[in-house]
């Protein structure tokens, strides 16, 4: 059997699994990996500017392309950088390798340079952690490694390198290794049947699909059995994108942030809720008992762990998306023939053309909906849109139109800031064909505004909007119920009279970016089409800053049958409503009133 540096090896697995990008920072501790590296016709490295950085954009990457995404950093605090990246991807089930040099095997006991535990401090955030004692172990632990970020409900994996076994030579031949098979389990065929009779059985039944749909690659599947039932169709936030959201079906997101009016309202006149890929997550449920009411929940999901794990559903069924999906669509057209829109989907027609939110706002200074109302309206069903946390991130879950799946990245659970500028450059290499927008807060790109210049260094070309309140927008209104508004200002006075401190755009410039600030509403449309331009023409990241409302507030509550709106309900009394309810819905909607110091 040929010998080799067990590192050539490894590069062999990574080429063989279809590795094309590794994001990354060379240190001491891991020079092993990157010789070998070097010699790789296949894959290409971006040296990035923050080990967290890197993992975010091996995370943008995963989530576009469908693969695992690569990110490889030295040891001790490189390892630790990259915790919060695996964080986000554990909790969004992405999946990505985390790569760490480390410290000789012999030191790793005397407190040596840059030698700390990473192993143990990753284990809480991914779904396996390991650090690689044997050289002969090597090839099989990072077979085993994509195995398990890709099987199942996936997830960030962990791989600790010592500098010495790094160095060492192995028996390997390339020619009689090849990627572990992927398990995926199919759902029982008396649990889809008993599924589908619950589903017939109910007058308001609703498909909830989550991001385990995106993942499984089953939007088509969701779409064909939901059309054939003529059931509404209510996607979490990462499920957005699994259903074209101008769809006769569509029936919005429900929740208590991220949330669209008409889906509450029509969420909470439902009877019964198939949930596929999704977990129930807090920011969707709000208060459980609201939540639940007296609805029938049939919960399906790859994890067997996560069925039950907040409310035991009245159907639990363990399965992949996709088979499910199938079987689903295979069961119901035993039962019924294709069935046609009845008055339920009347109902939610009704309710999406009434219970809608404002975003034709002319103010001065300009008030977020109307930023998404441009983007809305400019950009194709193609665009492929970035976005992470705080107040814009909620505005983009309540106005931004979706039409198909991987094409709305969002960090749901975790949250990081700074997530959006490193996962625009792994969207953009994973989907070079395509257009590719950030929408970004002020203080999100402020954490990792030098990964912009990683974009610049390789000629990634994508647009960040800025949604530039000046704020901590989402903790001010957090506040707000404590009666303050502390430390949450991010604007200050510089030398030159301005007032809304850090000058992103000669940031973007620094860096060899480019960028346009925006003041009123009518400059949005021709910055986003410069943009556009120019950074296509000019393969480069550009920014279009949109100065808004300081102290504007986002519509949300804790119960989704109590969310507070900032904006009259448009005029709906003289409408034509099917189901002969008053004023088109039950949904209550908290009165406008805004406390002292409000916009």
């Known amino acids: 059997m040929p010998r080799m540096n067990v590192m050539d090896a490894v590069i062999n697995v990574l080429e063989s699994e279809g590795v094309r990008y590794i994001f990354g920072v060379p240190g001491a501790a891991i020079l092993p990996f990157y010789d070998a590296l070097r010699k790789s016709k296949q894959i290409r490295h971006l040296i990035v500017r923050h080990e967290e950085g890197g993992t975010h954009a091996a995370d943008g990457y995963a989530r576009a392309s469908g693969e695992v995404g690569i990110c490889v950093g030295t040891s001790g605090p490189a390892g630790t950088n990259m915790i919060t990246g695996l964080y986000t991807a554990m909790a969004d089930s992405i999946p990505i390798i985390c790569i760490t040099g480390q410290a000789r095997t012999d030191a790793l006991h005397k407190e040596a340079f840059q030698a700390v535990d990473i192993v143990e401090i990753a284990k809480p955030v991914t779904k396996w952690a390991v650090q690689v004692k044997e050289a002969a172990q090597m090839p099989w632990v990072f077979r085993r490694a994509f195995q398990i970020a890709r099987e199942g409900r996936p997830g960030p994996v962990l791989i600790d390198l010592p500098i010495d076994v790094q160095k060492q030579a192995i028996d390997y031949d390339a020619s009689l290794d090849a990627p572990l098979p992927i398990y995926r389990p199919a759902p029982l065929p008396s649990a889809l049947r008993r599924a589908i009779e619950l589903l017939l059985t109910a007058k308001r039944p609703i498909l909830m699909p989550g991001g385990g749909v995106i993942i499984a690659n089953a939007a088509s599947e969701l779409v064909a059995l939901a059309e054939y039932l003529q059931i509404p169709v209510s996607p979490t936030l990462m499920g957005k994108g699994?259903?074209?959201e101008d769809h006769p079906l569509y029936a919005g997101i429900v929740g208590i942030q991220t949330q669209q009016r008409f889906a509450n309202a029509i969420f909470l006149e439902s009877d019964c809720i198939l949930a596929i890929g999704a977990r129930f997550a807090d920011r969707h449920t709000g208060q459980l008992d609201v939540y639940r009411g007296n609805r029938t929940f049939i919960h399906i999901d790859i994890e067997p762990t996560q069925i039950g794990k907040v409310f035991p559903p009245d159907l639990g069924i363990v399965g992949d998306?996709?088979?499910?999906?199938?079987?689903?669509?295979?069961?119901?057209?035993t039962y019924t023939p294709p069935r046609t829109a009845d008055a339920w989907c009347e109902r939610v027609q009704y309710l999406k053309q009434t219970l809608t939110r404002r975003d034709d706002f002319d103010d001065v200074p300009i008030k977020a909906p109307r930023v998404f109302r441009e983007l809305n309206e400019y950009f194709d069903r193609d665009t492929i849109f970035v976005t992470a946390i705080g107040l814009y991130q909620i505005w983009s879950g309540q106005f931004q139109k979706t039409y198909k799946p991987r094409h709305y990245m969002v960090c749901g659970?975790?949250?990081?800031?700074?997530?959006e500028v490193s996962a625009c450059t792994g969207v953009k290499l994973a989907r070079p064909d395509q257009?590719?927008?950030?929408?970004?807060?002020?203080?999100?790109?402020?954490?990792?505004?030098?990964?912009?210049?990683?974009?610049?260094?390789?000629?990634i070309p994508f647009v960040l909007v800025m949604i530039n309140n000046t704020y901590m927008g989402l903790i001010r209104m957090a506040e707000l119920s404590y009666q303050m508004n502390y430390e949450v200002r991010l604007g200050y006075e510089t030398d030159d009279g301005a007032t809304y401190g850090?000058?992103?755009?000669?940031?973007?410039?620094?860096?060899?970016g480019l960028a346009v600030r925006v003041t009123t509403p009518d400059q949005i449309r021709p910055a986003i089409d410069w943009a556009v331009r120019e950074s296509n023409l000019r393969r480069l990241p550009v920014l279009v800053e949109v100065m808004t409302e300081a102290e504007e507030n986002a519509a949300m509550g804790t119960r989704i049958d109590q969310i507070r709106e900032w904006y009259p309900l448009p005029e709906i009394a003289s409408r034509s409503d099917p189901s002969g309810r008053p004023n088109g819905s039950s949904h209550r909607v908290v009165p406008v009133d805004r406390p002292t110091g409000s916009p």
């Open 502 to 512: 850090i000058d992103h755009c000669k940031v973007m410039e620094a860096m060899g």
């Open 321 to 333: 998306a996709k088979l499910a999906l199938q079987g689903l669509l295979a069961e119901a057209r």
């Open 242 to 244: 699994a259903i074209p």
């Open 435 to 459: 257009q590719v927008v950030g929408i970004v807060g002020d203080y999100s790109f402020q954490f990792l505004m030098e990964e912009v210049a990683v974009a610049v260094q390789y000629r």
């Open 413 to 419: 659970q975790a949250g990081p800031l700074g997530w």
